[in-house]
C-alpha cells in the first residue's frame, strides 16, 4: 500500500493527468483517497519544481553572463559598441511562441488551468515562475489549479466511469 502510495505521488508530481486511471484502475483507491493523493502529490511537484527552476533561473542569468564578459570582452571597441556588437538575437521557435502567446492570451490563471492538465506540472510551473515574478501569488494559483483539477477528475471517473486516457 505505501509502495502505491508512493508511486501515485510521483506520478502526481511529474505528469498529473496520468496519476488517476492509476488511482482507480489499477490500485482501486477511493475517491477521497485518489483526491487527496493526487493533490498532495501534485502540490510537493509544484513546490520542488518552483524551487528547482528558481536556481535553474539564477544559475543560467549567472553562467551567461560571465560567459558573455569573458568570452567577448574586446579592449579595443568602447563599451557601448561591444554590447550592440556582440549582443545575441534572440530565436523564436514555435514552442516559445506559443508559450508567450498562452501567456499574453491567458495571463497567470490561464496557466495555472492549463499547467495540471496540458502542460506537465514541471513545464507548467517553470513558465509560471519565469513569466511571473510575484512566486507566492503563482504558486497559490498553481496550487489552487491542482486541488480543482484533482477533484474535478476523481468525480468524472468515479462517479461519471468516465475514461481520462
Known amino acids: 500500500m505505501f509502495i502505491k502510495i508512493l508511486t501515485l505521488l510521483f506520478i502526481s508530481a511529474v505528469k498529473f493527468i496520468f496519476a488517476f486511471p492509476i488511482a482507480y484502475y489499477e490500485y482501486h483507491f477511493k475517491i477521497y483517497e485518489t483526491i487527496l493523493i493526487t493533490s498532495a502529490g501534485g502540490i ?9 527552476s528558481d536556481i535553474l533561473i539564477r544559475l543560467w542569468f549567472r553562467f551567461s553572463r560571465r560567459f558573455i ?3 567577448i570582452t574586446v579592449k579595443v571597441l568602447p563599451k557601448f559598441l561591444m554590447n550592440k556588437r556582440h549582443e545575441k538575437k534572440r530565436i523564436f521557435t514555435k514552442r516559445n511562441k506559443r508559450y508567450i502567446w498562452t ?7 490561464g496557466i495555472a488551468i492549463l499547467t495540471p492538465f496540458i502542460l506537465s506540472i514541471p513545464v507548467g510551473t ?5 513569466f511571473y515574478k ?3 501569488v503563482t504558486l497559490i494559483y498553481l ?3 491542482v486541488v480543482g483539477w ?10 461519471f466511469k ?3 486516457l
Do not use: W
Open 126 to 130: 517553470f513558465l509560471a515562475i519565469r
Open 44 to 52: 510537493s511537484g509544484i513546490l520542488f519544481f518552483a524551487y528547482l
Open 150 to 159: 484533482s477533484v474535478v477528475l476523481s468525480c468524472l471517473l468515479y462517479i
Open 134 to 136: 510575484k512566486k507566492t
Open 103 to 109: 501567456k499574453q492570451k491567458f495571463g497567470i490563471i
Open 143 to 145: 496550487i489552487c489549479s
Open 69 to 71: 564578459h569573458h568570452h
Open 162 to 164: 468516465i475514461k481520462i
